[in-house]
């Protein structure tokens, strides 16, 4: 069994991360912990809503209560990227060059490298945000579907629409497809690589037995692994239509407990799985086959990153019980 170094933190961890061989546990509180030599603190929000890390350049992008998105570097460094003064951001984003997507209520902003902010509103409240892999191109979940705005250009966005409330939003690793996450316990997926004035091919993900709120692409985007049922449900994106017409993985079934998060591993097909009860298992999609990374703990998990030789795993949970799973151990 793999040795687990155990942290206790008050509150809900928001996000697991590591930058470099450091891992971070972002709590609800504000705080920002990180295992350097022993547990270091950084004071960063009065409340945090958002938290993700940047790959780009191996820090953490923040949102909190108190309107400021925040940059934490290695060092536990803080740097005002943005404030809105009043206003809850509630969904951060990373992009290319430098750039830093942010949201509250029905306005989306994007702030570049050089401090120049681009602005993008909705009609309805944007619930989840995410850059595209290739060009600086931001998308957005929304009410009824999703919009895809071009940042350095005044074109109009292209709206993907499908009835319903969507809360978030992922590109495939490719640039190919754009999957949401929805309010009724279901994915909606777009084929973004249509001829020009082609219709958008839909693809519907469905039959989640509770709400999806976490999604995690594979090392090479092939597969797109989802939490909302009581085994991480994992779909097929290798063929040119994605999904379409196909069945998903069904990996770490448990009869009656739910996959609350999913962190594909950075080389293998494998992913991490957390439950509603603390456990975590890694199942490898080939063969199906399993391992028992740590036994039942308090609270639901709540967020897992690997490391970037995916030696270790950092997790966190609603209750404020982390840790780290050395799989060398």
């Not at 681009?118 to 619930?127: G, L, N, P, Y």
């Not at 709120?213 to 290798?238: D, Q, R, Y």
Request: hydrophobic content about 45%; proline content about 5%.
């Amino acid at each position: 069994m793999p040795t687990v170094a155990p942290l206790d933190l008050d509150g809900h961890v928001v996000t697991a991360a590591f930058l470099g061989d450091v891992p971070f546990f972002a709590s609800a509180t504000g705080t920002i912990h990180r295992l350097d030599h022993g547990q270091k603190v950084t004071e960063a929000h009065d409340g945090l809503l958002a938290c993700i890390r940047d790959d780009a350049n191996d820090t953490l992008i923040s949102g909190g209560e108190d309107g400021k998105v925040l940059r934490i570097s290695a060092d536990g460094t803080v740097t005002v990227v943005a404030e809105v003064p009043r206003k809850w951001i509630s969904v951060v984003a990373a992009g290319p060059q430098g750039a830093v997507g942010f949201a509250e209520g029905r306005t989306a902003r994007v702030r570049l490298a050089d401090g120049t902010i681009k602005e993008f509103t909705e009609a309805r409240s944007i619930e989840g945000i995410a850059f595209a892999p290739k060009g600086l191109r931001l998308g957005a979940a929304r009410y009824n579907g999703a919009s895809l705005h071009w940042v350095a250009m005044a074109a109009q966005p292209v709206d993907l629409e499908w009835k319903g409330a969507h809360n978030g939003i992922t590109f495939s690793p490719d640039g190919r497809f754009v999957v949401t996450s929805m309010q009724e316990n279901a994915l909606h997926g777009w084929k973004l690589d249509s001829k020009p004035g082609a219709e958008t091919r839909h693809m519907r993900m469905t039959g989640y037995p509770a709400k999806v709120k976490s999604l995690s692409w594979s090392a090479k985007g092939k597969w797109l692994a989802s939490s909302g049922a009581p085994a991480a449900i994992v779909w097929p994106f290798s063929a040119k239509d994605g999904p379409m017409g196909k069945p998903p993985l069904e990996l770490g079934t448990r009869a009656d407990v739910m996959v609350t998060a999913v962190a594909c591993h950075p080389g293998e097909d494998v992913v991490a799985i957390g439950y509603s009860d603390g456990m975590v298992l890694a199942a490898r999609f080939a063969d199906s086959r399993e391992v028992l990374l740590r036994r039942p703990g308090k609270g639901a998990i709540t967020s897992m990153a690997w490391s970037r030789n995916g030696k270790l795993l950092a997790f966190g949970s609603e209750a404020g019980d982390c840790g780290v799973i050395d799989l060398a151990g």
